[in-house]
């Protein structure tokens, strides 16, 4: 743990300093949530959408963060952006722990119908 806060304080120092540094951005989100802070990763996550609205991995992650976050529905409608985008870790999204809220809400339905239809025409 003190590790892990030590990074923090780091990547924290360093995204002052340099808020569009994209690398060091991914690692403070991912450290946040590793840390159970997760409104921070939230926010760092979606500034990094605001940075690569395009990239699907960001997407997938923003859609973990809501999920953890407790906003399955804005996590559905980001799964969904993050597939049309060209997020191809089928497996992993059906199993992610990050994604188990928006998993147990009926709308991930429609997240399921476009893996389906993607792995058709795969």
Not at 27 to 41: E, S
Not at 44 to 57: I, S
Not at 68 to 90: K, Q, V
Request: with cysteine; hydrophobic share 40%; net charge negative.
């Amino acid at each position: 743990t003190r590790d892990l806060d030590i990074e923090i304080g780091f990547l924290e120092g360093l995204v002052s300093k340099d808020p569009g540094y994209f690398e060091a951005l991914q690692l403070l989100a991912d450290d946040y949530t590793r840390r159970g802070r997760i409104p921070d990763g939230l926010r760092v996550a979606h500034h990094l959408k605001t940075l690569r609205p395009g990239d699907p991995e960001v997407l997938f992650n923003l859609a973990c963060s809501l999920s953890l976050a407790g906003e399955p529905g804005p996590a559905i409608d980001e799964l969904l952006r993050a597939l049309e985008a060209g997020y191809r870790d089928i497996d992993w999204m059906l199993k992610d722990p990050d994604l188990a809220a928006a998993r147990k809400d009926p709308a991930f339905g429609t997240v399921r119908d476009r893996v389906r239809t993607l792995r058709a025409g795969a």
